[in-house]
T-cell receptor, first 115, second 116 residues
Framework: AQSVAQPEDQVNVAEGNPLTVKCTYS??????LFWYVQYPNRGLQFLLK??????LVKGSYGFEAEFNKSQTSFHLKKPSALVSDSALYFC?????????????FGRGTSLIVHP | EAGVAQSPRYKIIEKRQSVAFWCNPI?????LYWYQQILGQGPKLLIQ????????DSQLPKDRFSAERLKGVDSTLKIQPAKLEDSAVYLC??????????????FGEGSRLTVL
Protein backbone atom coordinates (compact mmCIF):
# COMPACT_ATOMS: atom_id res chain seq x y z
CA ALA A 1 0.00 0.00 0.00
CA GLN A 2 1.18 3.50 -0.74
CA SER A 3 1.93 5.95 2.06
CA VAL A 4 3.37 9.39 2.64
CA ALA A 5 5.19 10.69 5.69
CA GLN A 6 5.77 14.29 6.67
CA PRO A 7 8.08 14.02 9.68
CA GLU A 8 7.71 17.62 10.89
CA ASP A 9 4.47 18.97 12.31
CA GLN A 10 5.81 22.50 12.10
CA VAL A 11 8.62 24.34 10.37
CA ASN A 12 9.70 27.80 11.47
CA VAL A 13 11.81 30.05 9.26
CA ALA A 14 12.69 33.73 9.12
CA GLU A 15 11.54 35.79 6.16
CA GLY A 16 14.18 35.85 3.45
CA ASN A 17 15.77 32.58 4.52
CA PRO A 18 15.50 29.36 2.51
CA LEU A 19 12.87 26.85 3.56
CA THR A 20 12.51 23.09 3.29
CA VAL A 21 9.42 21.01 4.06
CA LYS A 22 10.17 17.30 4.12
CA CYS A 23 8.25 14.40 2.58
CA THR A 24 9.09 10.73 2.21
CA TYR A 25 6.99 8.13 0.46
CA SER A 26 6.47 4.41 0.11
CA UNK A 27 5.04 2.85 -3.04
CA UNK A 28 5.24 -0.46 -4.86
CA UNK A 29 5.97 1.02 -8.27
CA UNK A 30 6.95 4.36 -9.75
CA UNK A 31 5.40 7.23 -7.83
CA UNK A 32 3.58 10.30 -8.96
CA LEU A 33 4.20 12.95 -6.27
CA PHE A 34 2.36 16.17 -5.51
CA TRP A 35 2.52 19.13 -3.15
CA TYR A 36 -0.55 21.12 -2.10
CA VAL A 37 -0.93 24.20 0.10
CA GLN A 38 -3.86 25.05 2.37
CA TYR A 39 -4.48 28.54 3.69
CA PRO A 40 -6.78 29.04 6.73
CA ASN A 41 -10.42 28.15 6.06
CA ARG A 42 -9.68 27.30 2.43
CA GLY A 43 -9.42 24.14 0.38
CA LEU A 44 -6.14 22.67 -0.83
CA GLN A 45 -4.40 24.26 -3.82
CA PHE A 46 -2.04 22.43 -6.14
CA LEU A 47 1.59 23.65 -6.06
CA LEU A 48 3.62 21.24 -8.16
CA LYS A 49 4.05 17.62 -9.19
CA UNK A 50 6.70 15.12 -10.22
CA UNK A 51 5.74 12.67 -12.93
CA UNK A 52 8.96 11.80 -14.73
CA UNK A 53 12.11 13.42 -16.05
CA UNK A 54 14.11 16.13 -14.29
CA UNK A 55 14.35 15.48 -10.57
CA LEU A 56 13.95 19.19 -9.77
CA VAL A 57 10.41 20.36 -10.34
CA LYS A 58 9.36 24.01 -10.31
CA GLY A 59 5.88 25.12 -9.32
CA SER A 60 3.72 28.03 -8.24
CA TYR A 61 4.80 30.97 -6.05
CA GLY A 62 8.53 30.24 -6.46
CA PHE A 63 8.36 26.78 -4.87
CA GLU A 64 10.33 23.82 -6.15
CA ALA A 65 10.74 20.22 -5.08
CA GLU A 66 13.48 17.67 -5.51
CA PHE A 67 12.68 14.04 -6.23
CA ASN A 68 15.23 11.61 -4.79
CA LYS A 69 14.48 8.00 -5.70
CA SER A 70 17.23 6.43 -3.59
CA GLN A 71 16.04 8.25 -0.47
CA THR A 72 12.33 8.00 -1.45
CA SER A 73 11.96 11.69 -0.72
CA PHE A 74 10.24 14.65 -2.34
CA HIS A 75 11.17 17.70 -0.26
CA LEU A 76 9.56 21.08 -0.95
CA LYS A 77 11.91 24.05 -1.11
CA LYS A 78 11.98 27.79 -1.66
CA PRO A 79 15.14 29.92 -1.81
CA SER A 80 13.66 32.92 0.05
CA ALA A 81 10.62 32.60 2.30
CA LEU A 82 7.84 35.18 2.52
CA VAL A 83 5.50 35.80 5.45
CA SER A 84 2.64 35.07 3.04
CA ASP A 85 4.00 31.52 2.57
CA SER A 86 2.76 30.69 6.08
CA ALA A 87 0.22 27.88 5.59
CA LEU A 88 -0.30 24.12 5.81
CA TYR A 89 1.58 22.05 3.24
CA PHE A 90 0.54 18.55 2.20
CA CYS A 91 2.53 15.99 0.26
CA UNK A 92 0.55 13.41 -1.74
CA UNK A 93 1.35 10.32 -3.79
CA UNK A 94 -0.36 8.30 -6.51
CA UNK A 95 1.20 4.91 -7.11
CA UNK A 96 1.50 4.07 -10.81
CA UNK A 97 2.00 0.31 -10.52
CA UNK A 98 -0.16 -0.45 -7.55
CA UNK A 99 -3.40 -0.34 -9.48
CA UNK A 100 -4.86 2.22 -7.13
CA UNK A 101 -5.62 5.65 -8.48
CA UNK A 102 -6.41 7.07 -5.07
CA UNK A 103 -4.34 10.09 -4.07
CA UNK A 104 -2.98 9.57 -0.55
CA PHE A 105 -2.06 12.60 1.55
CA GLY A 106 0.41 13.10 4.37
CA ARG A 107 -0.69 14.61 7.68
CA GLY A 108 0.58 18.06 6.73
CA THR A 109 3.31 20.43 7.90
CA SER A 110 2.56 23.87 9.26
CA LEU A 111 5.00 26.42 7.84
CA ILE A 112 5.43 29.59 9.87
CA VAL A 113 7.49 32.38 8.37
CA HIS A 114 8.50 35.05 10.88
CA PRO A 115 8.96 38.70 9.80
CA GLU B 1 -13.12 28.92 -15.17
CA ALA B 2 -15.36 28.30 -12.17
CA GLY B 3 -13.86 26.23 -9.39
CA VAL B 4 -15.31 23.44 -7.28
CA ALA B 5 -18.39 24.69 -5.44
CA GLN B 6 -19.44 23.34 -2.06
CA SER B 7 -22.28 24.15 0.32
CA PRO B 8 -22.94 24.81 3.08
CA ARG B 9 -19.61 26.25 4.28
CA TYR B 10 -20.50 25.71 7.93
CA LYS B 11 -22.97 23.44 9.70
CA ILE B 12 -23.61 22.83 13.39
CA ILE B 13 -25.83 19.92 14.42
CA GLU B 14 -26.45 17.78 17.48
CA LYS B 15 -25.41 14.15 17.59
CA ARG B 16 -27.86 11.72 16.02
CA GLN B 17 -29.12 14.40 13.63
CA SER B 18 -28.57 14.20 9.89
CA VAL B 19 -26.69 16.51 7.52
CA ALA B 20 -26.08 16.72 3.78
CA PHE B 21 -23.30 18.40 1.83
CA TRP B 22 -23.41 19.33 -1.82
CA CYS B 23 -20.61 19.60 -4.36
CA ASN B 24 -20.47 20.80 -7.96
CA PRO B 25 -17.15 19.93 -9.64
CA ILE B 26 -15.34 21.79 -12.38
CA UNK B 27 -17.14 21.44 -15.68
CA UNK B 28 -15.83 18.48 -17.67
CA UNK B 29 -14.14 16.75 -14.75
CA UNK B 30 -15.11 13.10 -14.77
CA UNK B 31 -13.73 12.25 -11.33
CA LEU B 32 -15.12 13.52 -8.03
CA TYR B 33 -13.71 12.86 -4.57
CA TRP B 34 -15.02 13.38 -1.04
CA TYR B 35 -12.35 13.71 1.65
CA GLN B 36 -12.70 14.04 5.42
CA GLN B 37 -10.16 16.30 7.11
CA ILE B 38 -10.10 16.13 10.89
CA LEU B 39 -8.28 18.95 12.67
CA GLY B 40 -4.52 18.33 12.67
CA GLN B 41 -4.67 15.52 10.14
CA GLY B 42 -4.32 15.15 6.40
CA PRO B 43 -7.34 14.58 4.16
CA LYS B 44 -8.71 11.02 4.20
CA LEU B 45 -10.55 9.77 1.15
CA LEU B 46 -14.15 8.73 1.80
CA ILE B 47 -15.35 8.01 -1.72
CA GLN B 48 -14.22 8.46 -5.32
CA UNK B 49 -16.55 8.61 -8.33
CA UNK B 50 -15.69 8.22 -12.01
CA UNK B 51 -18.68 9.81 -13.77
CA UNK B 52 -21.65 8.30 -11.88
CA UNK B 53 -19.88 5.10 -10.83
CA UNK B 54 -18.05 4.44 -7.57
CA UNK B 55 -14.31 3.77 -7.97
CA UNK B 56 -13.50 3.37 -4.28
CA ASP B 57 -15.55 3.65 -1.10
CA SER B 58 -13.51 1.36 1.11
CA GLN B 59 -13.06 4.00 3.83
CA LEU B 60 -16.64 5.25 3.85
CA PRO B 61 -18.48 4.30 7.09
CA LYS B 62 -21.44 2.89 5.25
CA ASP B 63 -23.59 2.44 8.34
CA ARG B 64 -23.96 6.21 8.59
CA PHE B 65 -22.41 7.83 5.49
CA SER B 66 -23.82 7.75 1.98
CA ALA B 67 -22.93 9.56 -1.22
CA GLU B 68 -24.36 9.76 -4.69
CA ARG B 69 -23.55 11.30 -8.04
CA LEU B 70 -26.62 10.34 -10.00
CA LYS B 71 -26.11 12.28 -13.23
CA GLY B 72 -22.32 12.21 -13.18
CA VAL B 73 -22.03 15.90 -12.35
CA ASP B 74 -22.81 17.19 -8.87
CA SER B 75 -22.73 15.04 -5.76
CA THR B 76 -24.25 14.84 -2.29
CA LEU B 77 -22.65 13.39 0.84
CA LYS B 78 -25.01 12.53 3.69
CA ILE B 79 -24.38 11.61 7.31
CA GLN B 80 -27.18 9.99 9.29
CA PRO B 81 -27.02 9.77 12.27
CA ALA B 82 -24.07 12.00 13.07
CA LYS B 83 -21.59 11.22 15.84
CA LEU B 84 -19.28 13.56 17.74
CA GLU B 85 -16.27 12.12 15.90
CA ASP B 86 -17.73 13.22 12.56
CA SER B 87 -16.76 16.81 13.37
CA ALA B 88 -14.41 17.68 10.52
CA VAL B 89 -14.07 19.58 7.27
CA TYR B 90 -15.54 17.71 4.31
CA LEU B 91 -13.60 18.51 1.17
CA CYS B 92 -14.83 17.88 -2.32
CA UNK B 93 -12.32 17.67 -5.16
CA UNK B 94 -12.42 16.92 -8.86
CA UNK B 95 -9.98 15.92 -11.56
CA UNK B 96 -10.20 15.32 -15.28
CA UNK B 97 -10.04 11.52 -15.14
CA UNK B 98 -9.00 9.17 -12.36
CA UNK B 99 -7.45 6.84 -14.94
CA UNK B 100 -4.81 9.53 -15.47
CA UNK B 101 -2.51 9.30 -12.47
CA UNK B 102 -0.67 12.45 -13.47
CA UNK B 103 -3.58 14.78 -12.90
CA UNK B 104 -3.79 17.06 -9.91
CA UNK B 105 -6.92 17.51 -7.83
CA UNK B 106 -8.90 20.74 -7.66
CA PHE B 107 -10.49 21.31 -4.25
CA GLY B 108 -13.49 23.26 -3.05
CA GLU B 109 -13.27 25.40 0.07
CA GLY B 110 -14.81 22.68 2.22
CA SER B 111 -17.82 22.27 4.49
CA ARG B 112 -17.00 22.51 8.20
CA LEU B 113 -19.20 20.26 10.34
CA THR B 114 -19.48 20.61 14.11
CA VAL B 115 -21.39 17.91 15.96
CA LEU B 116 -22.44 18.83 19.51
Amino acid sequence: AQSVAQPEDQVNVAEGNPLTVKCTYSVSGNPYLFWYVQYPNRGLQFLLKYITGDNLVKGSYGFEAEFNKSQTSFHLKKPSALVSDSALYFCAVRDLAGGSYIPTFGRGTSLIVHP
Amino acid sequence: EAGVAQSPRYKIIEKRQSVAFWCNPISGHATLYWYQQILGQGPKLLIQFQNNGVVDDSQLPKDRFSAERLKGVDSTLKIQPAKLEDSAVYLCASSLDSRDNTGELFFGEGSRLTVL
